[in-house]
């Protein structure tokens, strides 16, 4: 892990580092939730980091069809369970809202569903939140904004709930944990010696959180070996996993992540579309970690809620039709040009270099819909 640099110190930093001061070095969770969500100064409540102009692109910014073929997923789900009033749809983490707006308007050809669709989203972000609003404004359709899930759940009380979350996960804070000889020390964030750069270090003895640690990883893992849990993920999962099982519905979870539990860091920070110090300049770099799916389709079977087979996106979306609807787009194009964007932004989605592999599709659902369209 590296160091902050020595330029002047954000008033986000200066934060960071006068709670050190007082508090001792903090848990890597806490230092990712203050340079994330901090209220004032966070990442995520003072920007709009999507886009070339930002710092990362998601799949629904490359193209329509990503939120599209979503919105028709739901649709048969929807009428899969008989096509249930009113409906509520909720997204975690919805970015500019241009996924809901696309699979809104893919809903149109479901006008029975689309009617009667009030929209949720988990957004805590003012900036986001108006660009949401402003991204659904053409729709007649309820919009409540939402600070986390248990608000929704609270809010709709015994109805389904459709939860589609894309690149939510990955940004939620984790604990980092290295074996060492004599057992787990968590990763922790001090100042260096000068106290004006924000370094990590590691807990002196053996960490009593190292219980969080998976069983699987804990029998395989070498000394230097790094494990990552993310508390608050599994925790929003069990409250998904609790409303399905006890009132129906489906959720789609779409992140890069691995499959199975492993040893390995993937706490990372990207700023400008470029990989940059993790420590260097908090609260104006995104930062991520690969989502675990392994423990989060485990915890969804614990709820009680069916945790379905694992897809790459590639997978879920040419099984959802990606490929014809990208045909049907590229026939209506004006110029050669036109044509070629929609390729290119369809294999970006898809293509085993680009999103189609490292992206999984998770998907949940409530006891009566033990089937879920692509997931057979």
Same mark, same amino acid.
């Given at each position: 892990m590296s160091s902050s640099s020595n330029k002047t110190a954000s008033p986000l930093k200066q934060h960071l580092i006068r709670l050190i001061k007082a508090q001792g070095p903090l848990p890597l969770s806490v230092y990712m939730a203050e340079a994330l969500g901090h209220p004032e100064y966070g990442y995520y409540r003072s920007r709009d980091p999507l886009g070339e102009q930002g710092d990362f692109t998601t799949a629904p910014e490359i193209s329509q069809m990503f939120g599209e073929l979503i919105g028709l997923w739901f649709g048969t789900v929807w009428q899969m369970m008989e096509s249930p009033q009113p409906v509520h749809l909720v997204e975690l983490g919805p970015g500019r809202g241009t996924l809901m707006a696309d699979a809104l308007r893919a809903l149109k050809l479901l006008p029975n569903m689309k009617d009667n669709t009030q929209v949720?989203?988990?957004?805590?972000?003012?900036?986001?939140?108006?660009k949401q609003k402003d991204a659904i404004k053409g729709e007649d359709i309820d919009i409540t904004w939402h600070d986390h899930f248990q608000a929704v759940s609270q809010t709709v009380g015994r109805a389904p709930l459709f939860i589609i979350a894309n690149e939510f996960f990955d940004a939620l804070p984790i604990q980092q944990f290295v074996r060492q000889e004599h057992g787990w020390h968590e990763?922790?964030?001090?100042?260096?010696?000068?106290?004006?750069q924000l370094v990590s270090t590691l807990t002196p003895g053996p960490s009593p959180a190292a219980h969080l640690i998976p069983a699987r990883v804990k029998e395989t893992a070498q000394p230097g070996d790094i494990a990552e849990v993310c508390p608050v993920g599994q925790a929003i999962l069990r409250?998904?996993?609790?409303?399905?099982?006890?009132?129906?519905?489906?959720?789609?979870?779409i992140d890069y992540g691995h499959e199975h539990s492993s040893v390995g860091e993937t706490f990372q920070a990207v700023?400008?579309?470029?990989?940059?110090?993790?420590?260097?300049e908090p609260g104006d770099a995104d930062l991520t970690t690969h989502v675990d799916f392994d423990v989060l389709q485990q915890l969804a079977r614990m709820a009680g809620a069916h945790a379905h087979p694992l897809l790459t996106q590639a997978d879920f979306l040419i099984r959802m039709g990606i490929l014809d609807r990208t045909a049907q787009l590229k026939a209506h194009?004006? !110029?050669? =040009? $036109?044509?070629?964007?929609?390729? !290119?932004? =369809? $294999?970006?989605?898809?293509?085993?270099?680009?999103?189609?592999?490292?992206?999984?599709?998770?998907?949940?659902?409530g006891p009566t819909l033990p089937y879920l369209p692509g997931f057979e």
């Open positions: 949720h989203f988990v957004e805590t972000s003012p900036v986001l939140r108006q990763r922790l964030v001090t100042i260096n010696s000068s106290e004006n409250d998904i996993a609790d409303h399905l099982k006890e009132y129906g519905g489906a959720a789609l979870l700023r400008h579309h470029e990989y940059t110090d993790p420590f260097a194009c004006k !110029t050669p =040009a $036109q044509a070629n964007d929609v390729e !290119t932004a =369809a $294999q970006r989605l898809i293509g085993t270099d680009q999103m189609g592999q490292l992206f999984k599709v998770l998907a949940l659902s």
